[in-house]
């Protein structure tokens, strides 16, 4: 079966606008995706209908609110093929599930002379909350290091699990680079010294399923809005064992059973890590964006992207002075690159002015551009609705932008 793209676009109304008097070439989804029709009209579906407070009313409104609410956590469950519901538990986004598990799991455990391993290629969402960590228990974190196409370079990964690792948090995919890290290699080896490991999935849901069980993870981030959701909500999965164990990090309603001044019991998992009334439209809007990638086929999905990343990759460069960072063997459809004499936030103004919609900057992932020793590069990032026409719009913006900075 052939993709068809053109059907795809069409699914997805803001693509039918304009940016600066030119058709709309969206090629920012690594930062966040697009809304198809059917997320935006199951938001609004829920809005018009059925909104009101979870888990707390017997009136109709309240249960018809409960059920779209904990429908969406076992739409997420089948979606992760996670064992249980109790696993699911709805954040801000990859954010909040990274310090959810920083706060929550590895503070109360970690003590001096522990350590936590991350790798060189993670969004500052996968190192600032472990740097607090460190810095509030005396911990100390460890940095596996990359190669000159900016991959994991996985025997030194290997090298650095101690006895004293107690903790390997690293990307599936990498934002900065598109790298894809061989996250069950990496479990394996961590798992064979007992040390957990936390994947961040913020970029790898979007493009293919992510089965927590045939990965092994014990904790895994994503958030919403890069899978054609809605912001302000993500999710944490975590392995029941673990999320047993672990003391709630906020506290107020629905997240207990009882309270008293005398002590307070704390309710069941997923509830006892959801304080507050959370994002019930959102996940609603989570749950449709599944079911939309799963009708598209993730697997079909994947191999469009694939197509035009190689397209784009060797088109790019055809243009003198480009340079591409991050050559990863294996990579998902993000093409960073720099262009001598260029400044990247140029390129990106001189590209907006064409209706061409990319990234430029550190990507939250300054470790990454320290390490080519560059201050920004310039990120294209292509989703299921991206086509070749896009990429000969963009393509032909960075010959302009050459002729601009002649
Ligand atoms: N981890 C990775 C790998 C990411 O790509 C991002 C967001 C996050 C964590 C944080 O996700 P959030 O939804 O909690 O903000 N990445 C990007 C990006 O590449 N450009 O803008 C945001």
Redesign the pocket.
């Known amino acids: 079966m052939t993709y068809d793209v053109a059907r795809v676009r069409a699914d997805f109304p803001i693509l039918a606008r304009s940016v600066n008097g030119r058709p709309l070439v969206y090629l920012d989804s690594?930062?966040?995706a697009q809304r198809p029709r059917a997320v935006i009209d199951a938001v609004d579906a829920y809005e018009t209908h059925s909104h009101a407070n979870v888990h707390r009313g017997v009136h109709a409104l309240s249960q018809a609110a409960t059920d779209a609410f904990e429908g969406a956590r076992e739409r997420v469950r089948r979606f992760l093929n996670a064992r249980t519901a109790k696993e699911i538990i709805f954040t801000r986004?990859?954010?909040?599930a990274i310090n959810l598990v920083a706060n929550s799991w590895a503070r109360p455990r970690l003590g001096p002379g522990d350590e936590i391993l991350v790798t060189r290629l993670e969004?500052h969402?996968?190192i600032v909350p472990w740097q607090m960590v460190c810095a509030a228990t005396g911990a100390t974190l460890k940095v596996a290091p990359i190669d000159g196409h900016g991959q994991l370079r996985f025997d030194a990964y290997e090298a650095l699990l101690s006895p004293r690792t107690r903790l390997v948090a690293t990307?599936h995919?990498?934002?900065?680079l598109g790298t894809i890290l061989p996250v069950a290699r990496i479990t394996q080896a961590a798992h064979a010294r007992g040390i957990p490991v936390l994947l961040?999935g913020?970029?790898a849901v979007p493009h293919g399923s992510a089965d927590v069980q045939a990965l092994d993870c014990d904790f895994y981030a994503f958030?919403a809005?890069?899978l054609y959701g809605p912001t302000g909500i993500?999710v944490l999965y975590g392995r029941e064992a673990l999320l047993r164990e672990m003391p709630p990090w906020q506290g107020g309603g629905d997240m207990i059973l009882s309270v008293s001044f005398e002590g307070t019991t704390y309710n069941d998992l997923p509830w006892k890590f959801e304080a507050g009334t959370p994002n019930i439209s959102g996940a609603v809007g989570l749950a449709a964006a599944i079911d939309y990638v799963e009708s598209l086929g993730p697997a079909a999905v994947h191999q469009h992207e694939q197509n035009l990343l190689a397209k784009a990759t060797a088109a790019a460069l055809g243009i003198p002075g480009l340079r591409v960072i991050g050559t990863a063997a294996d990579k998902a459809a993000v093409l960073s690159f720099t262009v001598e004499g260029i400044h990247p936030h140029d390129l990106g103004t001189i590209l907006d002015h064409e209706g061409v919609a990319i990234?430029t900057g550190h990507?939250?992932a300054m470790p990454v551009m320290e390490f080519f020793d560059v201050p920004a590069t310039a990120r294209a990032s292509f989703a299921c609705y991206n086509d070749d026409a896009d990429i000969d719009r963009l393509i032909g913006a960075l010959h302009q932008a050459r002729e601009v900075f002649g």
């Open positions: 690594a930062a966040s986004g990859t954010t909040e969004h969402a996968n990307a995919i990498s934002n900065a961040d913020a970029q958030s809005h890069k993500g990234r990507h939250c």
